[in-house]
């Protein structure tokens, strides 16, 4: 809690120098940076005009129609100047992974859906190192895994991997899940939830709790769980049990039976052809005043490991799709019977073509709905979410089938995020709007050319359109092209960090 009240304090002292330097004449004050004649769009505050932003240190010190002096002026005439986008949902969890993710104007990359093991070694372990914000929720499956003694040899491995930047989900999900079917004892329950208790004191976001890779687990067990978040007011960010709409009843079930704020993951690839009745379970929740929202990426297809339950028997039926409709992430190459029970046997990462295309429209278009891409864990021939995200939604969705407007596309990808975590991690007041006082995490791109470039056939590659991202005050991409030796990404803490 010490910890809270110092950043709380650095806060206040900091919006307090913003509003000086805010009524002081603009012409006595020489900004660090200067952003001249851009579009400025604020979601919070409705703002969209044209606007000079003058920058001090890491804050927005001033937006205004007259003209700022800087000691580094941009002219970003003809562009939008908007909050830098927020992801809630990554895997990947290197510099390789951010690159993309900045090229496709995201300044904070947290994962919340799986979480990270070992998390306040992890934290620690990308101190000045990161290229954007980075975070991520305690990882109920490991904290699981970690309470059944049998398996400490295993714990203490993870460990090393995670210290040498070498773990990977692929490298968590193959060693977690080997406990995935087992039930645990109640004292195992009881030192899970002192597990979970221990990793949100080192910074966690909330609780991970991805269902739908231990799809065995008791109710009883993710019940206990959801209590727990429930007492501490922390998110529960869930992969729900199986991509069905019951699956989706019971998450909102146990948040409205435990008063556990809940944060569904990818309700596109979750509810398949029922996401209009999913989104209004979560509406409906909502407007009864418990705290639950959701999000999707604005692709046709999911990614996952094949090894994973979901595709254990059955998989065919459950997600109406064949071996075909598969794609193996190492080649490209489209699955067969025979290839399907090769790889299954040595694990990797599949692409699942199994969605439609107005499933992600009413997605899309339904408002509250946030923008997250569950980017993976680099390979060449990657989801193109993992690079491509914000860029499609803001081309494809806005500029070409206009779904949504420019400024409703925009909020879903900033100021909802941001204020999703409020709560839970404080420095998020401060991110997702171009205000007074705010961050200077700022996306600059033209609205006329973003796209995303990544596809499933040629793999990853940088969006186009994105022009200037700055983080923490400082340009990690310029002119399109990244800003070398520069890290000026920061950890994003739970409120729970002692």
Known sequence: MLYNFFKARCFILAVILCICIHTTAQSTIEYDIVLSGGRVIDPETKLDAIRNVGIINNRIAQISTEPLKGKETINVNGLVVAPGFIDLHVHGRSNVEQEYQLHDGVTTALELEWGIEHLGKWYESRKGKAL??????????????????????????????????????????????????????????????????????????????????????????????????????????????????????????????????????????????????????????????????????????????????????????????????????????????????????????????????????????????????????????????????????????????????????????????????ENIAPLMRFKGRIQVGADADITIFNPDTIIDKATFEKGLEFSAGIEYVMVNGSFILKNGETVNNVFPGQAVYGKFKK
């Not at 309470?147 to 040899?153: D, E, L, R, V």
């Not at 930047?165 to 060693?175: D, L, Q, R």
């Not at 729900?240 to 809940?262: G, Y």
């Open 132 to 421: 954007i914000n980075y975070g991520a929720s305690v990882n109920w499956p490991f904290e699981r895994f970690k309470a059944i003694s049998k398996y400490q040899n295993a714990v203490d491995s993870l460990l090393i991997t995670t210290l040498k930047g070498e773990a990977s989900i692929g490298t968590m999900t193959n060693t977690i899940l080997r406990a995935a079917n087992e039930a645990i004892s109640p004292a195992e329950m009881n030192q899970t939830l002192a597990n979970i208790k221990t990793s949100l004191s080192e910074g966690g976001i909330g609780i991970g709790v991805p269902i739908g890779y231990l799809p065995k687990t008791n109710p009883n067990e993710m019940y206990r769980v959801f209590q727990l978040a429930g007492e501490l007011n922390t998110l529960v960010f869930t992969h729900v049990r199986n991509p069905d709409i019951i699956s989706i009843q019971e998450v909102i079930t146990d948040a409205v039976l435990t008063h556990a704020p809940l944060h569904i993951v990818h309700i596109n690839s979750m509810s398949l052809g029922n996401i209009q009745l999913s989104i209004d379970m979560v509406t409906a929740a909502k407007n009864k005043g418990f705290d639950i929202t959701t999000e999707l990426y604005p692709y046709t297809a999911g990614s996952t490991g094949l090894q994973s339950a979901m595709f254990d028997e059955g998989w065919q039926q459950r997600l109406g799709i064949s071996y075909g409709d598969l794609q193996w992430v190492a080649t490209g190459e489209r699955l067969t019977k025979e290839s399907f029970e090769t790889y299954r046997k040595t694990g990797g990462v599949v692409i699942l073509h199994v969605m439609k295309p107005e499933w992600i429209k009413t997605g899309i278009a339904a408002p509250g709905v946030l923008i997250a891409s569950d980017g993976m864990t680099y390979a060449k021939l990657a989801h193109p979410r993992t690079a491509g995200t914000f860029s499609r939604v803001l081309g494809k969705y806005v500029r070409e089938d206009k779904v949504i407007d420019l400024n409703t596309a925009i909020e879903k990808m900033t100021l909802l995020p941001a204020k999703r975590l």
